[in-house]
């Protein structure tokens, strides 16, 4: 069961357009994660979020943790064909008896077409 | 190596057969991840391990899953009388973990290339 929400499933888009993914989920989590992940590879950690409103930049990439620490968007500014991948959301629990396991989204395809 | 190495990189295994899957974690790293990832969608939980005390199996599928750190490093998931739908990447990661005060820093993972199980 997936608790977090991913949209779009699938984007396909050509070089030098911007692009949003976005990630809901019901539950708060302490921290979330964004990974990419080439095919037969595993994730790459891109960023990670902590504190509700927060916003992180890495390069064209912009990364957007919600007020209330529920949802989160990652925007990709001027697209490039070396930014096709899947895209993945993950939150993580560190409180309590939680540990850090991650729950993914399902993931968002992206291609970038030259 | 400096990362995390998973073994085989990919195994095709007759139904029925039965199969071991390894993980090498970074040096140190406290807690270690199993996840299974079906085609096109994010990974799911599988279970996870506190230095060789296995604390959570709740994403096991059934009991033809095990896994075990043994020493505290070096995991292994088998998978016994495989079925077909067992067929997906098996990913493993580490994270510092409960070395020192749960934080941030030591909660992030990191994943091994995964090894690609086909069941035939």
């Known amino acids: 069961t997936q608790l977090l929400e991913q949209s779009p499933q699938f984007l396909s888009i050509q070089e030098g357009e911007n692009l949003t993914v976005y990630c809901n989920s019901s539950?708060?989590?302490?921290?979330l994660q964004w990974y990419r992940q080439e095919p037969g590879e595993g994730p790459v950690l891109l960023v990670t979020?902590?504190?509700?409103?927060e916003v992180k930049k890495l390069k064209r990439l912009t990364f957007q943790f919600g007020d209330a620490r529920k949802d989160s968007s990652l925007h990709i500014t001027a697209a490039q064909p070396g930014d096709t991948g899947l895209y993945l959301c993950?939150?993580?629990?560190?409180?309590?008896?939680?540990?850090?396991?991650?729950?993914f989204g399902q993931g968002t395809i992206l291609t970038v077409h030259p | 190596g400096a990362g995390v190495s998973q073994s085989p990189r990919y195994k095709v295994a007759k139904r029925g057969q039965d199969v071991a899957l390894r993980c090498d974690p970074i040096?140190?790293?406290?807690?270690l991840f199993w996840y299974q990832q079906a085609l096109g969608q994010g990974p799911e939980f599988l279970t996870y391990f506190q230095n060789e005390a296995q604390l959570d199996k709740s994403g096991l599928p059934s009991d033809r899953f095990f896994a075990e750190r043994p020493e505290g490093s070096v995991s292994t998931l088998k998978i016994q009388r495989t079925q077909q739908e067992d067929s997906a990447v098996y990913l493993c990661?580490?994270?510092?973990?409960?070395?020192?005060?749960?934080?941030?820093?030591?909660?992030?993972?990191?994943f091994g290339q995964g090894t690609r199980l086909t069941v035939v």
């Open positions: 979020v902590v504190t509700g409103g």
């Open positions: 539950s708060v989590f302490s921290s």
């Open positions: 990661a580490s994270s510092l973990g409960f070395r020192w005060q749960l934080t941030l820093m030591n909660t992030e993972a990191f």
């Open positions: 993950a939150g993580a629990r560190t409180g309590g008896t939680s540990y850090g396991k991650l729950t």
């Open positions: 040096s140190g790293h406290v807690s």
